[in-house]
Nanobody
């Protein structure tokens, strides 16, 4: 059974940093795509950073230069380092994974079949 375990959310002031962690348990696929998404109240879920095992990685324009994805300690784990946080980054952040890595360029949350429970990030001004 696939399970995504997220951690690292919290509350910070503008300009601060947080690091989110996502570990995928029970994952058997060698090739896959993985992503961080966020959803603020009343807004659609948007892709923050998405990547695949083929070396493709892209960030939303709103976070480029501030957010960075890196490899976690476990094999199927990743970090999302968030620096220079802004109040507009406030949202619930979700980690997602799916074996259909060839769909990565579509940047659609609906292409991801496995999701974490989400972790809240709140940035105050």
């Amino acid at each position: 059974q696939v399970q995504l375990v997220e951690s690292g959310g919290g509350s910070v002031q503008a300009g601060g940093s947080l690091r989110l962690s996502c570990e995928v348990l029970g994952w058997e696929y060698v090739q896959y795509m993985m992503g961080w998404f966020r959803q603020a109240p009343g807004k659609e879920r948007e892709a923050v950073a998405i990547f695949d095992t083929e070396g493709n990685l892209s960030y939303a324009d709103s976070v480029k230069g501030r957010f960075t994805v890196s490899q976690g300690n476990a094999k199927n784990s990743r970090y999302l380092q968030m620096n220079s946080l802004k109040p507009e980054d406030t949202a619930k952040y979700f980690c997602a994974v799916d074996p259909k890595w060839w769909f990565l360029s579509r940047r659609r949350s609906s292409d991801f079949g496995y999701w974490g429970q989400g972790t809240q990030v709140t940035v105050s001004s």
